[in-house]
């Protein structure tokens, strides 16, 4: 069964900071790995996504992922915080092979700080 | 362009009440349809998935039932609400399968049952 894990659901980083977002992902057909973040009361927009092909993937608003197979990990990372990145970031993995379907981790809220 | 509409925004329901949510999608057809829960601790649940008229995908037992009488239209619904269905639903449309076209959210229902 697919499934996806974040490790920490809060994590706290000071505004110029590195961002690190943690995500393992149990998948029993390739696996395709997205990266989505919520905004306070609205829905999810699509960060970045990892199919095929470059294991480093860039997104949105300076965040990036790679995917690293022998870890099972597909950690979302950002060089330097700003305010405006506080969010909740969710990972999220295909459902089935005819992909049809996201399976979304739990989430982890990040708080920037001044 | 596309747009997803959801409504209500907030409910608050007595337990043992009926339940209808209603989502539709403008601008695209033969969308993809999903309901997910997100709910305290539990992260983003999926609970339904349509990828036609008539065709829903369960992939959670649950007080819950979904439907989608018009291929833009998709409805949850439940005939007697428990505490436990209280949570933050969202629905979300793709115009083809996770592999290459990214979720799109609505801003999502805050259903308190009480």
Redesign the interface.
């Given at each position: 069964a697919q499934s996806v894990t974040q490790l920490g659901s809060h994590v706290s980083v000071s505004e110029g900071a590195l961002v690190l977002l943690r995500c393992n992902y149990s998948s029993s057909v390739p696996p395709y790995l997205f990266w989505y973040v919520q905004y306070p009361n609205q829905g999810l927009q699509l960060l970045l996504k990892y199919t095929t092909g470059a294991t480093l993937v860039k997104g949105i608003n300076g965040f990036e992922a790679e995917f690293k197979k022998s870890e099972t990990s597909f950690h979302l990372t950002k060089p330097s915080a700003h305010m405006s990145d506080a969010a909740e970031y969710f990972c999220a993995v295909i459902l089935n092979q005819a992909g049809t379907a996201l399976i979304f981790g739990k989430g982890t809220t990040l708080s920037v700080s001044s | 362009s596309q747009t997803i509409h959801q409504w209500p925004a907030t409910l608050v329901q007595p337990v043992g009440s009926p339940l209808s949510l209603e989502c539709t999608v403008e601008g695209t057809s033969n969308p993809?349809l999903?309901w997910?829960r997100q709910a305290a601790?539990?992260?983003?649940?999926?609970l339904f998935?349509s990828?036609g008229i008539g065709q829903i995908?369960s992939?959670v037992p649950q007080n819950l039932s979904a439907s989608r009488p018009q291929d833009r239209q998709f409805i949850l619904s439940s005939k007697k609400l428990l505490l436990s269905d209280s949570g933050f639903y969202?629905c979300?449309w793709s115009p083809g399968?996770?592999?290459?076209s990214?979720?799109?959210?609505?801003?999502?229902t805050?259903l308190t049952v009480t």
């Open positions: - | 993809n999903y997910y601790g539990r992260g983003l649940q999926l998935y990828v995908s992939e969202l979300a399968t996770a592999y290459n990214p979720l799109h959210f609505g801003n999502g805050r």
